[in-house]
């Protein structure tokens, strides 16, 4: 049967020229999205590993395993193993303990390369290991008058020799090693004295100086940045819930909450440093709250995050089906019962959402807390709540910006390693939020 038998037009039967364009152009904007989406991806894998390359390694610290001979002629003259005695002994001492050890493994083992001094050999160890052998004597006196087992910190250049960072050429016009060090340090890890576990001291332990960077550590950031989470939300999430409902059920629609609900659509726009000056002006210099202090910036950071949970907040609220609202009034509730009773609760995974959303954003901003003297060089932990609360700490997208100020290249490796301690924390949050929104949504 033709379609001129059954008078359907043509058109029907054969594609025309518009309808090819049309078609055509459908195409071309799929194919725009998926190009979009496809470089979107690539630029992550990119980023990601940049930072996967470059920071991982800072999860691997390379150390020295020694017996050293705790000597209580030098430890502890009097023999009393009084705590106050033993505190008087510096670094200096225990210093001179590990390089005797040291010296007289790789000699005892024919290591060392012909004509390299004991000076040399002992410079292969971190400044930072004596601090950590006085600590592990401090923590048990009874360990004194016999030889351990120790895993030295090994320095900044020999662990990067390890890591590639560090080469023989490099070696030669370098005034911090030498190449017959790092065939040292190629000869013991061959003879498995050198060895590379996993560094936990990079987690816990506090910063170090720019002369250590093998001993930088993220501890005290990561205190501090949890003070600062554990403010916004005691302080940002019930002020801004508290608001979100009485914007949206119980304020009357006139100029005034017109005006409300604009600059806090402009507050969520504002840039984050201009919360820094604010805090910077009302907070220490006013209010006369310490700097580099997890009170003033949490403070600062419920300001920034304020907006965000007032905004996801009231969606959330407008989201519940007015029929809600309708049959708790009509069964006699009054207004407050129906929003806290039925309302709030139907609301409360976008309000989560939302909450924990603005903190991620808050825990990864980095010029607020600059400008309220968070820069510092921090070293102490912060002390347990409220107290903590006012001493001085550091936090972790800080941390990242004071590592790549300094001139020694393994900085860069913490401060990538940082990042991925960041990523780590933002990814959880998020992840949470997703897990929340699905556990407790109700869909209408």
């Given at each position: 049967m033709t379609a001129e038998a059954t008078n359907i037009p043509p058109s029907l039967y054969k594609t025309d020229a518009r309808t090819?364009?049309?078609?055509?152009?459908?195409?071309?904007?799929?194919?725009?999205?998926?190009?979009?989406?496809?470089?979107?991806v690539l630029a992550l894998v990119v980023l990601l590993a940049s930072v996967l390359g470059s920071g991982l390694s800072s999860f691997f610290q390379t150390r020295m395993t020694m017996q050293v001979t705790l000597d209580a002629a030098q430890l502890d003259k009097a023999g009393t193993r009084d705590p106050a005695t033993l505190a008087k002994v510096t670094t200096l001492t225990y210093g001179k303990l590990l390089d005797?050890?040291?010296?007289?493994?790789?000699?005892?083992?024919?290591?060392?390369?012909?004509?390299?001094?004991?000076?040399?050999?002992?410079?292969?160890?971190?400044?930072?290991?004596?601090?950590?052998?006085?600590?592990?004597?401090?923590?048990?006196?009874?360990?004194?008058?016999?030889?351990?087992?120790?895993?030295?910190?090994?320095?900044?250049r020999i662990d990067g020799f390890f890591k590639g960072r560090v080469t023989m050429e490099s070696a030669a016009l370098d005034s911090n090693?030498?190449?017959?060090?790092?065939?040292?340090?190629?000869?013991?890890?061959?003879?498995?004295?050198?060895?590379?576990?996993?560094?936990?001291?990079?987690?816990?332990a506090p910063d170090a100086s720019e002369v250590r960077p093998e001993a930088a550590g993220l501890g005290v950031a990561i205190l501090g940045s949890l003070y600062m989470m554990l403010i916004?939300?005691?302080?940002?999430?019930?002020?801004?819930?508290?608001?979100?409902?009485?914007?949206?059920?119980?304020?009357?629609?006139?100029?005034?909450?017109?005006?409300?609900?604009?600059?806090?659509?402009?507050?969520?726009?504002?840039?984050?440093?201009?919360?820094?000056?604010?805090?910077?002006?009302?907070?220490?210099?006013?209010?006369?709250?310490?700097?580099?202090?997890?009170?003033?910036?949490g403070l600062v950071?419920?300001?920034?995050?304020?907006?965000?949970?007032?905004?996801?907040?009231?969606?959330?609220?407008?989201?519940?089906?007015?029929?809600?609202?309708?049959?708790?009034?009509?069964?006699?509730?009054?207004?407050?019962?129906?929003v806290f009773h039925h309302v709030l609760p139907l609301a409360m995974p976008g309000i989560m959402t939302g909450t924990i959303i603005g903190m991620a954003h808050a825990l990864g901003e980095t010029a607020p807390l600059l400008l309220i003297g968070m820069v510092a060089?921090?070293?102490?932990?912060?002390?347990?709540?409220?107290?903590?609360?006012?001493?001085?700490?550091?936090?972790?997208?800080?941390?990242?910006?004071?590592?790549?100020?300094?001139?020694?290249p393994a900085y860069l490796e913490r401060a990538s390693g940082a990042i991925i301690v960041l990523l780590v924390f933002l990814l959880a949050m998020n992840i949470i939020a997703v897990l929340l929104r699905r556990k407790f949504e109700r869909r209408w």
């Open positions: 090819r364009r049309r078609n055509a152009a459908e195409a071309r904007f799929r194919y725009y999205g998926m190009a979009a989406v496809g470089f979107g005797q050890a040291l010296v007289a493994e790789v000699k005892e083992k024919g290591l060392a390369p012909a004509g390299m001094s004991d000076k040399d050999i002992a410079g292969l160890l971190s400044k930072e290991a004596p601090a950590q052998l006085r600590a592990v004597v401090l923590a048990d006196p009874s360990l004194i008058g016999t030889t351990i087992s120790f895993d030295a910190l090994a320095g900044g090693v030498t190449p017959d060090q790092l065939r040292l340090a190629q000869a013991m890890r061959d003879q498995g004295l050198i060895a590379q576990p996993f560094n936990w001291d990079f987690i816990s916004v939300l005691v302080l940002a999430l019930p002020i801004g819930v508290a608001a979100s409902i009485y914007l949206e059920e119980f304020a009357p629609k006139n100029w005034f909450t017109d005006l409300i609900e604009v600059n806090i659509a402009n507050l969520a726009a504002v840039p984050s440093i201009v919360y820094g000056i604010l805090g910077l002006a009302v907070f220490i210099n006013f209010g006369g709250l310490p700097q580099s202090s997890p009170i003033v910036g950071l419920t300001l920034m995050t304020l907006p965000t949970i007032i905004i996801a907040t009231r969606a959330s609220l407008k989201a519940v089906p007015p029929s809600i609202k309708d049959a708790a009034l009509g069964i006699g509730a009054s207004k407050t019962q129906m060089f921090v070293r102490d932990y912060p002390a347990a709540p409220p107290e903590g609360f006012f001493d001085p700490a550091s936090a972790l997208p800080v941390q990242v910006y004071n590592f790549t100020r300094r001139a020694d």
